[in-house]
């Protein structure tokens, strides 16, 4: 009987898109799970927990970029949110969910819109060369479907469509917010247009997060990337670790006007 009926699910799906077809096998499962996870236990402490309570690559690293002639003059843009392995590693794609590789991001976000996410998007997550679509879809395609506690499966009942790639971009975004880095480098008296050297900007983000971060400098030594890391308690909160490395920047760092 349950052969037949997956028979007949597989059949309609060919009817739908991609994405339609992974809502339906999920209704005729009758994916009901709600799960009852732990608050306490960090990422990357076990490696028993259900992949919906604890993301099973457990070190999320926040990567903020400085481009000129991108975004508000006083805010560090997004370049993403990834999932690594609690090594430090890049997770191999053949570990994320295929399924979820969906296309047309930002229709996907304009049309989810109801908290404003796509308008903060286009504000503090712009793409530097090619389209915000592309940009945006790559992100996900890349990193999204690697957060496993954003699977559909994860959230029951409630699982409406997309949610996950909402709910994804806007921890991102809400991190980019908590973990305001223009700010804390101007608390500490750097401001664009200066030259720093590197140990202040480092000095500066522990003073304001109480860890610190690798800095990327782009060949001419001007800041270009600072990222943070993450452990996640729980199925959704974050707690700053120290970074792996500290990064390419060494003495003195551009950090140019944007406009």
């Not at 608050?39 to 993301?55: A, E, K, V």
């Not at 990834?82 to 191999?92: F, I, L, N, R």
Request: proline residues 5%.
């Amino acid at each position: 009987m349950r052969f037949a009926i997956l028979s007949a699910v597989v059949a309609v799906a060919a009817l739908f898109t991609q994405s339609e077809a992974v809502d339906l096998f999920i209704q005729s499962e009758g994916l009901e799970r709600k799960a009852t996870c732990s608050t306490d236990i960090l990422s990357c402490s076990t490696t028993t927990l259900d992949t919906c309570c604890s993301p099973k690559h457990g070190l999320l690293v926040l990567a903020q970029q400085w481009v000129p002639g991108k975004g508000p003059r006083d805010a560090f843009t997004m370049h993403g949110l990834w999932p690594d392995t609690c090594s430090g590693a890049q997770v191999p794609i053949r570990e994320c969910d295929a399924s979820r590789s969906y296309n047309g991001l930002d229709n996907i976000l304009y049309n989810y819109d109801y908290d404003q996410l796509y308008d903060n998007m286009t504000t503090y997550w712009p793409s530097e060369g090619r389209s915000n679509n592309w940009f945006w879809t790559h992100e996900w395609q890349k990193h999204g479907i690697c957060v496993s506690t954003l699977a559909p499966k994860c959230y029951g009942s409630e699982y409406k469509r997309y949610q996950d790639v909402h709910d994804y971009f806007k921890q991102a975004l809400d991190l980019r917010t908590e973990y305001d880095l223009y700010a804390a480098l101007d608390s500490a008296g750097i401001q664009p247009g200066s030259n720093p050297d590197d140990s202040e900007i480092h000095s500066a983000i522990r003073a304001a997060f109480g860890e610190d971060a690798m800095l990327q400098c782009d060949p001419h030594g001007d800041i270009r990337e600072i990222r943070l890391y993450f452990h996640v308690k729980g199925k959704s909160q974050y707690v700053l670790t120290a970074p792996l490395e500290t990064g390419s920047c060494q003495g003195s760092v551009g950090y140019p006007e944007k406009y």
